[in-house]
């Protein structure tokens, strides 16, 4: 039997042990995933139409970014971005799933690419679930489906809203839509939520099953991966939101009073998600970001002083906006110009998880903490963008691009072409200067060229079937719901 002054170091020892778990408890994650939201739709980055107070209020707790882009100018590269800290043409998924259409009397043929996420990869989640994380996947997944690639297969404990559609048929419960299968004609369901109740809107539904998820969650620590449906079509929102933006005149309007409001009720979802942090007092041990998977539908909003819109690879469909709040280490309030993309994200939340970084995993993500915390540069070189496809998209051509510095060039692959611009005076990308840059032009496309050799970029074949001076089949009106 140990002597009682033994006894009582040793409770002394655990004691103090205890204490240091308790404090050292690895802090939670909350990972906001807005789909289609312009780099200009909340105030914060300066607009003036969108109602987004918990969004901007975010913003001056943490660090806002103004020159954060998307892995990808659609949805699925990018979120796989998120989620694998790999560039969509090292991953070989470079276009929305499960797309591949591209019109038989094309120039080319649209490049190879995966139809799910590959489950080679090891994901945040898994990462994060190996260390301890409790995880949840809460809405849009879209980089795969049934019987393999759903968020349960990449490391979720949790999936609630996602299977392999990028859209719902409908906002509203029973959310189904009105389209028929082509194989038995039968109308498709897209309903996962079979016990909601008449009038019961997507967004906020998603938004009550993260804040039972972090309630359920509080004693231990948890990953919420929270990719929202909204703002992507179809574009429906509750009618008394949209009513008060439809009072605004025209000419004041940024964009749709639809979608207007479908952005507010994601400013709610964000308001609503801090205020449950706040209440059972994770608000300290929580990260939040806030980010899109691309640029702001061309048929929604308006993406100026930025040039197109989601599906080209100028700023307005690449460009997105970021608000990172890490309390303690983030600064507060502060702007960074500092060129970031998706694929940082995946170092970040292990560095603040106090995990290892996993550089074989996220070999194209920098953790950004020095960035949040000191205004560090991350002394990266250059920024990529591959895209062999053919979209129907405004503006969206198969292309590839790279950012050095303030110098930004897109090379076309049909129609072959180059483009040359200075963001640092030329944001809205009017002025190309290729030809009055030769050297400049020539530089940037031997680093874009070698870097799609060093990851592995699928290009896009010649098309056999194609005949010279044979126009291609008129593209179809993208039809978008009021």
């Not at 309903?191 to 359920?216: C, H, M, Q, S, W």
């Not at 574009?235 to 009072?247: F, N």
């Not at 308001?271 to 449950?276: A, F, I, K, N, Y």
């Not at 307005?316 to 500092?338: D, F, M, T």
Request: aromatic share 10%.
């Amino acid at each position: 039997m140990k002597h009682p002054l033994v006894r009582l170091i040793l409770l002394c020892i655990a004691l103090h042990s205890a204490a240091g778990a308790a404090e050292g408890r690895r802090p939670n994650i909350v990972l906001f995933l807005i789909d289609d939201l312009g780099w200009r739709d909340i105030g914060a980055n300066g607009s003036t139409y969108f109602q987004t107070p918990n969004i901007d209020r975010l913003a001056r707790e943490g660090v806002r970014f103004t020159d954060a882009y998307a892995a990808c100018a659609v949805c699925s590269p990018t979120r796989a971005a998120v989620l694998t800290g790999k560039y969509p043409a090292r991953l070989l998924l470079t276009d929305w799933l499960p797309n591949g259409r591209w019109d038989p009397k094309s120039r080319l043929r649209s490049a190879r690419f995966v139809r799910s996420l590959p489950l080679e990869e090891i994901t945040l989640a898994e990462a994060l679930r190996e260390g301890g994380y409790r995880t949840a996947s809460i809405g849009k997944w879209h980089l795969g489906g049934e019987p393999f690639s759903l968020p349960e297969h990449h490391g979720f404990d949790l999936n609630i809203g996602g299977n392999a559609h990028g859209a719902p048929g409908d906002f509203f419960f029973p959310y189904e839509g009105n389209w028929a299968i082509p194989t038995t004609g039968q109308r498709a369901r897209w309903n996962v939520f079979p016990d909601g109740k008449p009038g019961e809107y997507l967004t906020d539904r998603l938004t009550a099953e993260a804040v039972k998820f972090i309630r359920d969650s509080r004693e231990r620590p948890f990953f919420l991966y929270f990719p929202h449906y909204a703002v992507h079509t179809p574009l429906q929102a509750k009618p008394a939101v949209v009513a008060k933006y439809e009072r605004v005149p025209e000419a004041q309007r940024q964009g749709k009073p639809v979608y207007a409001a479908m952005v507010e009720s994601i400013d709610d979802s964000v308001g609503r998600v801090l205020e449950t942090l706040r209440e059972l007092g994770l608000e300290k041990d929580t990260l939040v970001i806030f980010t899109s998977d691309n640029g702001g539908f061309y048929n929604a909003t308006s993406n100026a002083p930025l040039r197109a819109n989601k599906g080209a690879h100028y700023e307005g469909g690449i460009r997105v906006p970021l608000i990172i709040k890490w309390p303690g280490v983030a600064r507060a309030g502060a702007v960074s110009e500092e060129p970031v993309i998706s694929t940082d994200l995946y170092p970040t939340c292990l560095a603040a998880a106090g995990l290892p970084a996993r550089p074989n995993q996220h070999v194209d993500g920098r953790s950004l903490q020095q960035v949040l915390a000191q205004g560090a540069l991350l002394g990266r070189d250059s920024l990529f963008w591959h895209f062999p496809h053919y979209n129907d998209h405004p503006h969206s051509v198969p292309s590839g691009v790279v950012r050095h510095g303030s110098w930004k060039l897109i090379e076309t692959f049909d129609p072959e072409g180059v483009e040359l611009y200075n963001l640092a005076d030329d944001l809205g990308e009017t002025r190309n200067l290729a030809t009055v840059e030769p050297a400049r032009t020539a530089d940037l496309r031997r680093k874009l060229e070698a870097w799609r050799r060093a990851v592995g970029a699928e290009m896009m074949p010649p098309n056999p079937d194609y005949v010279a001076g044979e126009a291609p089949a008129p593209k179809k009106k993208r039809k978008v719901a009021k």
